[in-house]
């Protein structure tokens, strides 16, 4: 049964900093592809970023524009976001999931992102 669990989000001011984790079990966490996906108010789920299983290559949505960064630890089965220089459009929750995801995949709760002043 696979489980996702994110977390590390919370309220930060424009232009703070924020470091995403999400810890996946009931996969073969090392040979997949994992990314991370955002949820705003009232839009649809939309690709953040992606990392390859062995960590080597990075991939990210052109709105990132250098402010994310995607790693991981296969020996935790889990992956990161740090997520610098936030602005309110960046207001989200948060998921990781593997990457391509596919409707059969299950999600986790995600973890709320607020950038607010």
């Known amino acids: 049964q696979v489980q996702i669990v994110e977390s590390g989000g919370g309220l930060v001011q424009p232009g703070g900093s924020l470091r995403l984790s999400c810890v996946i079990s009931?996969?073969?966490?090392?040979?997949?592809?994992m990314g991370w996906y955002r949820q705003a108010p009232g839009k649809q789920r939309e690709y953040v970023a992606r990392?390859?299983?062995?960590?080597?290559?990075?991939m990210y949505a052109d709105f990132m524009e250098e402010r994310f960064t995607i790693s991981r630890d296969n020996a935790k089965n889990t992956v990161y976001l740090q997520a610098n220089d936030l602005r309110p459009e960046d207001t989200a929750v948060y998921y990781c999931?593997?990457?391509?995801?596919?409707?059969?995949?299950?999600w986790g709760q995600g973890t709320q992102v607020t950038v607010s002043s």
């Open positions: 999931n593997v990457a391509p995801v596919y409707d059969r995949d299950p």
């Open positions: 990392i390859a299983p062995d960590g080597q290559q990075t």
């Open positions: 009931g996969i073969a966490f090392k040979a997949k592809s």
